[in-house]
């Protein structure tokens, strides 16, 4: 097994984490499950998931969109028709990797943020101290 | 630009870019709403930088934090998931207060990225690009792969794929 480095095991720890969760949560629905099902017998339009399911073709699609967020499916548009198949891997693809990457970077950012925040307001104060 | 607009309480939240930018550079990109100085400050102290850079979404605990931040000191970053530890360790080979910081990332051997962090101030805001230069093509596309694959932790993965494709099995032999 290669292990580069210790940034790609922090990867890893996140990664696991993350699509964990997105996958139980994918997992915890009974229409999803039988999706899941279905795609396994044969791939499968979006319009044929929602006749199969008595489904609007928006919810069916709100469905995919969890199941496709958490990796355990994966979709493809050919001409007008979106086909289904089961995909095991969220992270095969470089782009997709950046964008959990950049994800990764957003969350610490948005921290970085309060924490500025909260000394540009003690500096103030401290201006305002210093000026009496 | 006014300075003191960004220091609003409601200051909306500035985009974050990624991109791999060449066969050994991956950089990310960042607007934050306060002067270098703050930022700088941010990344260099260690009670400050411990409340950042580990966010609790990442479902990591960071157990300690030592940064001894000048040229040829080192740093070191212990984490706990699910109950194992990890380090992290290296050395910054530059430190320009305020604008440029460069370590390098050594817990891996030779295939570790060189992190080089610059500030860049404009009207009380700061734009942060964080630069990963690795040493090769070949170390990023494995750094890149190995993200990819989730290897010696994959366990629950590979109970997943299974699922899978005993989904997958199962109802094709129905």
Redesign the interface.
Known sequence: ????????????????????DA?FAALSDATRRGV???I??SDASITDLAEKFHMTLTGMKKHVGVLERAG?VTTEKVGRVRTCK?G??R????T???????Q??????????????E???K??VDGRKKRK | MDARRG?E?TAP??P?????KSERE?V?T?T???PAR??F??FTKPE?FK?????K????TLLSCELDVRVGGTYRLV?S?NGSE???FGTYNEVTPHSRLVWT?D???D???VTTVTLEERGGKTL?V?IDLYPSKE?LD?????????????E??DQ??EL??T??????R?
């Not at chain 2, 974050?16 to 791999?20: D, H, L, Q, S």
């Not at chain 2, 989904?167 to 094709?172: E, F, N």
Request: aromatic share 10%; glycine share 8%; proline share 2%.
């Open positions: 097994m290669h292990v580069a480095n210790s940034r790609d095991i922090l990867n890893l720890m996140v990664q696991y984490t993350t699509r964990l996958s899941l099902e279905q396994g017998r355990l089961l095991t891997h992270f095969e693809e470089e997709a990797w950046l964008e959990w990457y950049r990764v970077w957003d969350s610490r950012f948005n921290e970085l943020d309060k924490v500025v925040e000394l540009k307001r500096e103030r | 220091s309480p939240k500035n974050t870019t990624a991109e791999r991956l990310v960042r934050i709403n306060g703050i930022v400050e941010a400050l409340r950042w850079w580990v966010p979404s990442l479902g990591l984490f998931h990890m380090a992290f990332n817990e891996g051997g295939d570790g990225a942060l964080m170390a494995a750094a890149i792969a190995s993200g990819s694959t989730a290897g010696g932790m994959s629950q993965f997943l794929d899978l494709v989904l997958g099995a199962s109802s094709g129905s």
